[in-house]
């Protein structure tokens, strides 16, 4: 049975504040681990005092996670005692893991990394640190007190120890516990020049909130709030570290992530999270403390947006009526998303490229919330929607399904990126390939709309039922399905719909449909249609073949004639035969400049 840790009763100016009648939970897992360090520390004479220090303290997972803090050696040197014990003891040894001192990442510290009975355990020490202006990274890092740690952490929840010799939990701020108990965040210094040493904490503390379901003690707040502070997140902290605690709330919970855009509303810090045009900044993703290159006092150097012809662009910034738009969006795609019909999935994920974080729930939030800024900028979809009018007329359907662009874009390592795909980038430091992603359900959402009135006409017309108005679209609905599974690389066609929805209302000022009621009426009306099947047929016929049928070297124009044949087949559907197809096929001749 797990043991439970006593918190001590005494007060003393040295001594932390203690709370009868609490305790925590220690697995023998734990216990044994603990036992093995106080016997290194033992047998070495070292005089070391060990306590565990972070999250374990905070909310003791079931895993076995743990920070190891020592009050009067660095970490790596601890775990070169260790190694040392085992050998004497014939002892297992394991190597001992370094996590450098990483600024872009948080890691101020270094760290040493050993194995004990199987468990990664981190070794740090107590430490006092200082910042100089104009930057979130220490420029001094020593020893130091338990009160001097506790002081220097970012909030009083995570100011808590666990010492292990003596089997108590510790609280050298004299709030931690009582904030654990009452639900509160507070810093353990004034919050102030807490957040002004590190502006990343505002983060952090955000993301804290909605995971914990706590509230800001009201000068925290206030602080949060200081123009002050605001300007120090915009230039202390690189667009990589912002991005990082950004995805970190996304990947809570849906109804979290919710708090916690919520709370980035709250704190007005959308021009500082997303910055919009008419700049963005020029070193944008890099791992840097401070984000671009110019001299300390100087602003960062930035390059314009520019539009197709390469001229600079000012599209505007987050206006109050845009930041009630997009708390509005951000509302109403959660109450889609949560009240879909249970037993489905709820929003189709994104795949996780390049290694990255897997897109889901969150992120759809996300894109909901940042849709009133980006959808204008997003090409007109008249020009990029499939133009066929009927099942039968498909010969001006776009090759590429109806795959769209940014109008805007702007130039980053001599690549021409679009400026949807830029937002999402600098914003939730995402690689290239996942903004391009998630950039793409936005697109595909614009190019969906005009679609949706056409349905939504042809119903209330009253000749026709939705599903039968479904079937006599599906070239159109087909290849805008395909279009998005190009553009993500995956199936995010309910995420598109949902926001097409909500865009609909809260963007476009219009009133539900009658027989298309919301997005989740339409994504539910796709499904019994069997249109969602249709997207993923495969062409009758290879590009190989269509170059034999007729007898064109490898060009454009094959891509052309594949994407046509896709729309033929949607068209035709009782007669996508091989032979039907060839003979459509001949009839797509290559003009004179192919």
Known sequence: ????????????????????????????????????????????????????????????????????????????????????????????????????????KSKHLETAVVSIFGHSVDLVNLRTESYRPGSRIPTAVGLGSPKQDSSRRDFTINALYYNIREDRIEDYTGHGLADLEAGLLRTPDEPLATLLDDPLRVLRGVRFKAMLAFRFVPELAEAMQRPEVHEALRAKVSRQRVGLELNKMLRLDTEKALDALEQIAALDLHDVIFPLPPYLPSSAGQDVDVVGSSPQGQPPQRRPLQDATGEEVIVGSWSPDLKQTALRCLREHFRLVNEAPKGTELVQALPSVSGGMPVGNGLALASAFLMPALLNNIGASDSSMAHATGAGDVDDVEPNGGRGEDELSYLENNRIRGHTEAVFKLGLALSSEQASCVAGVLIATKRLLPLIEKLAAEVESGSESLPRVLHNNRVELGNWMRSIEQTTGGHAWETAARLAFVARTHLLGLPPSPGIDDGNAFVQAMKDSGLVSLSGIPPLLSGREIMEILQVKPSPFVGEVKAKLISWQLANLDQSTKDAAIAYVKTLKPSSSS
């Open 1 to 104: 049975m797990p043991r439970r840790l006593a918190y001590s009763t005494t007060r003393s100016s040295s001594l932390p504040l203690r709370l009868p009648g609490k305790s925590i939970a220690v697995s023998d897992e734990e216990r044994r681990i603990f036992e093995y360090l106080v016997d290194v520390v033992k047998a070495s004479n070292l005089n070391s005092e060990l306590r565990v220090a972070g999250g374990w303290v905070r909310d003791k997972q079931e895993k076995v996670d743990l920070d190891i803090a020592l009050n009067n050696m660095m970490g790596q040197e601890f775990a070169r005692w260790i190694s040392r014990y085992n050998k004497h003891h014939n002892l297992p040894t394991s190597k001992i893991g370094i996590v450098r001192i990483n600024p872009a």
